[in-house]
C-alpha cells in the first residue's frame, strides 16, 4: 500500500464503481483505509461486497447535479472509471458514446474546479494505440477517450489540475460479468469439446482485476503528491502471451479434454495483433502481482480465493 | 476559382453557414457554381444576402434528425463551421461547448456516414496550439475543436472518410458583428480620441473573410479529389503584424486624430503573443489576396466593396 500523509482521512470519489473493475478499485481503496465514496446513476445497482462500506450518491448528468454531489463529499481525489461500452456500432449509440466518454466527464471536471478540487484519475484503453501508433483508433469509443484527454489537458494546462490518465490492456479476474477472453477459455475447458477459435496468434495484454485495483491507488497515490498542474498518462500493462499460450495454459489448469480449433475463424476487423509497447510509459511504483498460469484455479467455481 | 470535374453539379452542405464567416463560404461556394444548402437550427436567421440563393434544412441534434436531411440533400461533401463561442467562462456553457463542438459533428459524421457522404472540411483554430506546441488549448473552447479532430481521425481510418481541417487565425471583413480586433479598432479610430490597450506588442494573423471563404472552397475542392481515408489538417494564415502595426496602419488609413495609449491594459490571461507558425502545414494551392492595409477602407461606412 502506497504512503499517504494522512491516509485514514483521504476521501476518494469513484464514477464507474458498480461496475466490474470500478468495484475492485473501491475495494483496493478500502483496503488503505481511505473513505471511499459512488458516484452513480440512479438505475445502478450497488455490489453487495460495497454495502455498508462506501458512500452512495446518485447523479443526474448536469453540472448543477454534479456540483451538489461535490460540494457535499469534498473528495481529495476523483478517479474516473465510467464509460460508455466499447464496440458498440449502432448509430443510435453514438450519442451515447460522446456523452458519457467526453460530456459527462467534462461537466465533472468543471464541478470539481468550481469545488476547487484538484486531483484526477483517469481511464483509458491501449486501443487508442492502433497499430502502436500516438494515436490511432480502434473505434469510436477509443477515439472518445482520447477526445477526453484533450479536455483534461485543458484543465491541467489553465485550470490547474492535476490528472493521471491510467491505459488499460485486457482484464480479467473472478465472477467476470464481462465475456472477455480469459472467463471464454475457461468456460469453454471447463464444458471441454472443441471450439472454432481465430488464427490465435494475437499477443494479449493481461492484467488481474486485484492488480488493477492496485494501480489505481498507486495512481491516486502519485496525484495526491503531485504539484497543481501536472498531468501525466501511464500504461498499465501485465502478461504478454499470445491467444494459442493463454489457451494452452487454460486447458492444462483445468484439466479437461478441450480443443480450440485455431483458425476456424477469421480475426476480427482492426485485431489488435500486438498491443503498444508501453516503453518508458509504465506506472510508476506499479507492477502487477498475479500471473495467469497462477490464477486459473480461482476462476473456478468453488476456486480458492485470491490471496 | 479550382477546378472540380463537373462543378455545376457539386452539391456542399454547410453548418454554420448563417454565421458571419460561413455566410461568406456560402458565397464563395455559390461563386464556384455550386449548389449550396445550409444546416440550420430552427432559431437561426438565414443572411439576406443568401436569400433565394441557398437551401435551409432545420435540424434538431440527434442523429435521426440529420440523417434525415442528409438523405434528403445527399451533398458531395460537408463542410462544419458551425460552432459554440470561443473564450466561455460560465460553468453552464460548458455542456454547450462540448455539445456543439463535439456531439452535434459526431452525429453528422455518423450520419455522413450512414448515407455513404464521405467528404467533410472542419474548422479549427490556431487556439489549439498555445505556446505554439502541437496541442495546448488556450481554452476548452479549443480543446473540444482538438477533441473533435481525435473523433474525425476514428471516420478517417475506419470509416474511409475524406476529412480536411482548417484552422483559423483572427479574421475580419464588412459589417462584422464578432466586435474582433479590427472591427474594434476601426470603430475607434472614426470616432477619435484615445483608446487604453494593452502592450501591444502581441503578433495578429489576419485574413480577410473573403480570403477565408476561398479558402475552404480550395478545401472543399482538394477533399473532392482525395483517395477514402485521407485526412489533413492545414493553418489558414494570413499577414502577420503585431497589434501596435495594426493600429498604425489603421489609424492612417482612417486620417482621424486617435491615439491609442498602449500599456493602460494588462494583456489578457493566455494572451498568444505570437501565433503558432504554420510550417509546411499551410492549405496548398491557396493565398490570400487581401491585405489589411488595402481593405481598412472597404470596412468604413459607405466604403467601397470588395473586389
Known amino acids: 500500500m502506497p504512503e499517504v500523509a494522512g ?15 470500478g468495484r475492485h478499485v473501491a475495494e483496493a481503496c478500502l483496503d488503505c483505509g481511505w473513505e471511499v465514496h459512488l458516484l452513480t446513476r440512479p438505475a445502478s445497482i450497488l455490489p453487495p461486497a460495497l454495502d455498508g462500506r ?16 461535490l460540494r457535499a463529499v469534498r473528495p481529495e481525489c476523483v478517479a474516473h472509471l465510467a464509460s460508455a461500452p466499447a464496440g458498440a456500432r449502432d448509430p443510435e449509440q453514438v450519442q451515447q458514446t460522446i456523452e458519457t ?50 479536455v483534461v489537458r485543458h484543465y ?32 469453454a475447458a471447463r464444458k471441454g469439446g472443441d471450439l472454432g477459435m481465430s488464427g490465435g496468434e494475437q499477443i494479449l495484454d493481461l492484467t488481474h482485476v486485484a492488480d488493477v485495483g492496485r494501480a489505481f491507488v498507486q495512481a491516486i497515490a502519485l496525484a495526491l503528491a503531485a504539484p497543481g498542474g501536472h498531468e501525466a ?41 500486438v498491443p503498444i509497447d508501453p516503453g518508458t510509459d509504465r506506472l510508476p511504483g506499479w507492477a502487477p502481482k498475479h500471473r495467469v498460469g497462477d490464477m486459473i484455479a480461482t476462476l473456478l467455481p468453488g476456486g480458492p480465493a485470491v490471496a
Chains 1, 2 share one sequence.
Open 7 to 21: 491516509a485514514g482521512a483521504v476521501r476518494i470519489l469513484l464514477t464507474g464503481g458498480t461496475g466490474y473493475i
Open 101 to 150: 466518454n467526453v460530456t459527462l466527464p467534462t461537466l465533472l471536471l468543471e464541478a470539481m474546479a468550481a469545488n476547487g478540487i484538484g486531483r484526477f484519475v483517469n481511464t483509458g484503453t491501449f486501443w487508442q494505440h492502433y497499430r502502436g501508433e500516438a494515436f490511432c483508433p480502434v473505434d469510436l469509443y477509443a477515439a472518445a477517450k482520447q477526445a477526453f484527454q484533450d
Open 54 to 69: 462506501v458512500g452512495r450518491h446518485d447523479h443526474q448528468p448536469t453540472f448543477e447535479s454534479l456540483n451538489a454531489v
Open 156 to 187: 491541467a494546462v489553465n485550470r490547474g489540475l492535476v490528472a493521471i490518465t491510467l491505459k488499460l490492456f485486457d482484464t480479467y479476474g473472478p465472477d467476470d460479468p464481462r465475456r472477455k477472453i480469459v472467463t471464454l477459455l475457461v468456460d
Open 233 to 273: 498518462s501511464y500504461f498499465v500493462s501485465g502478461e504478454r502471451m499470445s491467444l494459442k499460450e493463454l489457451a494452452r495454459i487454460v486447458t492444462a489448469a483445468v484439466g479437461q479434454h478441450f480443443a480450440p480449433r485455431f483458425g476456424a475463424l477469421a480475426y476480427r476487423e482492426r485485431e489488435i495483433m
